[in-house]
């Protein structure tokens, strides 16, 4: 099985750019970023850095989000906001240049906030179509975007909260934009969070499944630090046949170079059995 480190949430010790090298130094050769930069379409320079730091570290670039605005003020996308469609389709072209640049295959729109007083079916359909506009985009570079159920304890306004959810706006931009690359982002951490059973999910969603993500529930630690039996979930994961990267998009309980202990373990029954 294959893991990557998502450096918005992991290395924040360091600054961005020296990021990658922590995880190489790690023993990863993968990483993942949510939107790493502050307007939607950042200069060249700025863009220029980040390629060069992802490069000189060896690591390979196998996620990355587009522009979901301020998440630390509790902003969750922009494509389905009629405040923020404008930006997010500024952003694709940026976002789609940057996977085509570093062979990155997994594009995440987050789907954004309900607006007060937005009618709900209208929100949907701003969301459906501006998703179908990003799947045409990556097409060009065999990307797929990838859509994300996020638990409401966090993120409250957030309408997206299920995998039944997600597969919904999935079949619909799928249908109505007529693209075949959206699929799901199982984050196994937010579902657990919203009663779901992981190996249930794996075991009727998996052929379905864009990319992963993990952390242990309920302190979004790494495995280990929560109630989510690791083990058994990523065998069952392995089992199912899913071909893509593990995100570890978890708080690491401590310094973030310390935190992978549960996953040298494994490794280590792995190479024993």
């Given at each position: 099985?294959?893991?990557?480190?998502?450096?918005?949430?992991?290395?924040?010790?360091?600054?961005?750019?020296?990021?990658?090298?922590?995880?190489?130094?790690?023993?990863?050769?993968?990483?993942?970023?949510?939107?790493?930069?502050?307007?939607?379409?950042?200069?060249?320079?700025?863009?220029?850095?980040?390629?060069?730091?992802?490069?000189?570290?060896?690591?390979?670039?196998?996620?990355?989000?587009?522009?979901?605005?301020?998440?630390?003020?509790?902003?969750?996308?922009?494509?389905?906001?009629?405040?923020?469609?404008?930006?997010?389709?500024?952003?694709?072209?940026?976002?789609?240049?940057?996977?085509?640049?570093?062979?990155?295959?997994?594009?995440?729109?987050?789907?954004?906030?309900?607006?007060?007083?937005?009618?709900?079916?209208?929100?949907?359909?701003?969301?459906?179509?501006?998703?179908?506009?990003?799947?045409?985009?990556?097409?060009?570079?065999?990307?797929?975007?990838?859509?994300?159920?996020?638990?409401?304890?966090?993120?409250?306004?957030?309408?997206?909260?299920?995998?039944?959810?997600?597969?919904h706006i999935i079949d619909r931009v799928r249908e109505e934009a007529r693209v075949d690359n959206v699929a799901f982002l199982a984050d196994l951490y937010h579902l657990a969070r919203m009663g779901e059973d992981p190996f249930a999910v794996i075991e009727r969603h998996a052929g379905r499944f864009g990319h992963v993500q993990?952390?242990?529930?309920?302190?979004?630690?790494?495995?280990?630090?929560?109630?989510?039996?690791?083990?058994?979930?990523?065998?069952?994961?392995?089992?199912?046949?899913?071909?893509?990267?593990?995100?570890?998009?978890?708080?690491?309980?401590?310094?973030?170079?310390?935190?992978?202990?549960?996953?040298?373990?494994?490794?280590?029954?792995?190479?024993?059995?």
């Amino acid at each position: 099985m294959r893991f990557d480190i998502n450096l918005s949430i992991l290395f924040t010790e360091l600054p961005l750019l020296e990021r990658p090298a922590a995880a190489r130094a790690a023993g990863f050769d993968a990483v993942e970023l949510w939107w790493p930069f502050g307007v939607p379409v950042p200069g060249d320079r700025e863009v220029d850095a980040l390629l060069r730091a992802l490069s000189d570290a060896g690591v390979r670039l196998v996620g990355l989000n587009f522009d979901a605005g301020d998440m630390a003020a509790g902003e969750r996308g922009l494509l389905s906001r009629p405040d923020g469609s404008a930006r997010f389709c500024d952003n694709i072209d940026v976002v789609v240049g940057i996977a085509e640049a570093t062979g990155c295959r997994v594009l995440n729109a987050l789907f954004g906030n309900r607006v007060p007083d937005l009618d709900i079916h209208a929100q949907e359909e701003l969301g459906v179509a501006n998703l179908g506009v990003a799947a045409k985009a990556a097409r060009r570079c065999g990307a797929t975007v990838v859509v994300e159920a996020l638990n409401s304890y966090e993120s409250p306004e957030y309408p997206i909260t299920s995998t039944g959810a997600a597969l919904h706006i999935i079949d619909r931009v799928r249908e109505e934009a007529r693209v075949d690359n959206v699929a799901f982002l199982a984050d196994l951490y937010h579902l657990a969070r919203m009663g779901e059973d992981p190996f249930a999910v794996i075991e009727r969603h998996a052929g379905r499944f864009g990319h992963v993500q993990i952390a242990d529930a309920p302190g979004r630690g790494q495995p280990g630090t929560g109630e989510i039996p690791y083990a058994s979930v990523l065998d069952a994961l392995d089992a199912s046949g899913y071909p893509g990267h593990v995100g570890l998009e978890y708080r690491p309980v401590g310094p973030s170079a310390d935190s992978f202990a549960w996953l040298q373990a494994a490794r280590r029954i792995e190479e024993n059995a």
